[in-house]
């Protein structure tokens, strides 16, 4: 009779790994290698380890990751079940980017991933970012993504590619079409308040909360009029109105912020929108601060319109989800340019600039799980325990 010491939740490689399953191991080992068998030294399980473990401490571009390897050859090759101790050539990495990896395999590889999450956020904001680093001369543009991002648990749950001809009104549908929209509450720019994807979000089940622009000439001015000062002629009293109002302060970084917000369901039935619950005006205010002093200040007005019913979503709700909407650029885009250095690593070739923004993605997301707030601390921290980083690898999305 034979036993079985793994639980029935976990599988074993060929090598002798034991992972859990639904891990980012797991979903390696499911990636097609479209390489021949003859002349292969390194599975591509491997390769993808070796890279996501070099993201994990702190390397980014492909000659880190090799020279990274290759300092750490001993433990890698015990940890990771090898034969030989020889690391592959940075060229051999790029090759993974440029050739090996389908981005379309890949993008759902994060999907799947990151969807299977059991504590998901309630707010997914939704933005585009160009990847700076596949630009070459001639080019209109880099390659262009859309993401549609959960702050709370810093994971992109979808990745949409702007084709060169288009933009992301265009985008913003098909991603829309893979995500679970049901309790969730879509943000985006002013370019994003469209009718259509309105209309998409409610029949997923979901909220949308826009900001409004010119770009919406009637609407703006309606809401603009609405919270306009209060000037009664003489003779007639204050006109009554339901505005509620909550306001938030935040210090950092030698400036002061205070933002206060204004809603109102006054126009609901005036303005002809898919599903409107309520409209905004959302005031902030700016301090820069030395030494005690105010030395400069600045005020800026934003007006919009959201889904969600004043019964469920008061005003201090109302300004606090327009505010986790900026977490998709201090959270993501942020992060991958300055923390990764993204768009200065230059991938050019093929679809590999794609596939690196998908590795930053799930790595934010690896690093969230293992507790860090702070990616570039979180990256110093594995550099110094890489056993954790691989059993992070191995290890189930179990996020909460």
């Not at 990636?31 to 068998?37: M, S, T």
């Not at 993974?96 to 799947?112: A, D, G, T």
């Not at 690196?356 to 990256?379: M, P, W």
């Amino acid at each position: 009779m034979e036993y079985s010491t793994l639980e029935p939740w976990q599988e074993m490689s060929e090598t002798g790994i034991v992972y859990s399953l639904g891990s980012l191991y797991d979903h390696f080992q499911q990636i097609e290698d479209p390489r021949k068998a003859k002349g292969k030294r390194y599975s591509l399980v491997t390769l993808l380890v070796l890279i996501f473990l070099a993201k994990l401490c702190g390397k980014d571009k492909p000659v880190e990751i090799a020279d990274w390897a290759k300092n750490s050859a001993e433990e890698l090759t015990q940890l990771l079940g090898l034969k030989r101790s020889w690391m592959p050539h940075h060229n051999t990495y790029r090759r993974v980017f440029q050739e090996i990896v389908s981005p379309e395999e890949f993008e759902q590889l994060m999907e799947e991933y990151h969807q299977q999450t059991e504590a998901d956020g309630e707010v997914l904001a939704m933005d585009g970012k160009a990847l700076r680093g596949t630009w070459m001369a001639g080019q209109e543009r880099s390659e262009y993504v859309l993401s549609v991002y959960d702050g709370q648990t810093q994971q992109v749950k979808v990745q949409e590619v702007v084709e060169a001809k288009e933009n992301e009104i265009v985008a913003a549908p098909k991603a829309l079409e893979r995500i679970h929209l049901a309790g969730k509450i879509v943000t985006g720019d002013a370019m994003h308040t469209q009718r259509a994807i309105s209309e998409q979000i409610l029949k997923g089940q979901g909220d949308y909360l826009w900001p409004v622009k010119e770009n919406q000439p009637q609407m703006y001015q309606a809401i603009q009029r609405l919270f306009a000062p209060d000037q009664p002629k003489p003779g007639f009293g204050k006109i009554a109105t339901d505005f509620q109002t909550a306001k938030q302060v935040s210090y950092g970084h030698g400036r002061i912020e205070i933002r206060s917000i204004q809603t109102s369901e006054m126009l609901n039935e005036y303005l002809d929108w898919p599903g409107v619950g309520q409209v905004y005006r959302l005031e902030r205010k700016f301090f820069w601060v030395r030494q005690g002093q105010t030395y400069k200040s600045s005020c800026e007005v934003e007006f919009g319109l959201t889904s969600l019913l004043r019964k469920a979503a008061p005003a201090a709700k109302v300004i606090r989800v327009r505010r986790q909407h900026w977490q998709i650029e201090t959270g993501l885009h942020y992060r991958r340019d300055v923390t990764f250095h993204e768009d200065a690593t230059r991938m050019t070739i093929g679809a590999a600039g794609r596939i690196l923004s998908i590795v930053h993605n799930l790595v934010l997301g690896l690093l969230k799980q293992a507790g860090f707030t702070n990616s570039a601390k979180g990256r110093r921290w594995f550099e110094g325990h890489l056993k954790q980083a691989f059993a992070l690898l191995l290890s189930g999305n179990s996020l909460s």
